[in-house]
């Protein structure tokens, strides 16, 4: 059964993030923000708003949320208040971001970029040719 639900305002159409206390979402069309919510009730923690859909998916670690936008920007946001770190721009919309201990992963159509978490400064570019869909570790 239904514990709790949450209404972002527009559809939900990337994967999301959980950690032991809350849950991470993006949201498309009518809103394009990044949420976090509480996990074990339901309620908005806060609300971080981009320019354009989140469908690339989010990542968390202990300190931030990481979320790429189709404004062509990547964000490192403060998981405990919703206040961005960083923010890195791709040139393109970001399809696809994940993360390991130092960096943070994100693909548009063509190019693969590494990004410093801790900053967001770009570690390496590959040129892929493709679309770089999704990234996984």
Do not use: C, H, M, P
């Not at 009730?41 to 609300?47: A, K, P, R, V």
């Not at 404004?71 to 390991?100: H, R």
């Not at 994100?106 to 869909?133: C, H, M, P």
Request: proline share 0%; aromatic share 10%; no cysteine.
């Amino acid at each position: 059964s239904q514990i709790w639900g949450f209404n972002t305002g527009g559809n939900v159409r990337s994967d999301i993030a959980v950690d032991d206390t809350a849950v991470y979402a993006g949201a498309g069309f009518s809103n394009t923000s990044v949420y976090g919510i509480d996990k074990s009730n339901g309620t908005q923690i806060w609300e971080f708003a981009t320019g354009d859909d989140v469908d690339s998916g989010i990542a968390v670690d202990d300190t931030a949320v990481y979320a790429g936008s189709g404004d062509n920007n990547v964000y490192g946001i403060d998981k405990s208040n919703g206040s961005q770190i960083w923010e890195f721009n791709t040139g393109g919309s970001v399809n696809g971001v994940a993360i390991d201990d130092t960096a943070v992963y994100a693909g548009i159509f063509g190019t693969a970029y590494g990004i410093d978490k801790s900053n967001g400064s770009q570690i390496w570019e590959l040129n892929t040719g493709n679309r770089v869909r999704d990234i996984g570790l």
